[in-house]
């Protein structure tokens, strides 16, 4: 039986940038380590890994929510060229819920993170898209 989200891991290139734009939205970082070698290379899959790895921890919430970032240092990181088009198969977009969806814009936008698109009204929230670390999609939901 499922209990609830635990976390996500997006691979960055900049790592200081990725945990900047998700202070912005409130994350903390609770631990970074280095992960190599074994048991890393069988768990994850790929050999010979070396990677930054970083959790961050979303402040005075309930259940708890990660966000965990990694910066391989070996190997390469795979570019994905379709990383923001909403029509590929696969990942699609992570949404966190907000209470002031357009003051989270603006501390956003004060940090040079820019929205994709207007706002707009769907399912009874306010909604706008932002382009989070390394072109993932990041929803921001106010609920009326």
Partial sequence: MLRRFDHLTIVV???DRAKEFFAVLGFR????????GEPF???MGVPEIEADHVTLVLEDVTPRTE???LRYR????LPDPHIRDLNKLGMNHICFAV???EEEVARLRAHGFEPRNAMMDFHARKLVFIDGPEGVTVELAEWH
């Fill in 99 to 101: 209470d002031d969806v």
């Fill in 41 to 43: 290379s069988d768990y």
């Fill in 74 to 77: 070996h190997p390469d990181p």
């Fill in 67 to 69: 966000i965990q970032l």
């Fill in 13 to 15: 290139r900049d790592l």
């Fill in 29 to 36: 970082e609770a631990m970074s380590v280095v992960i190599a």
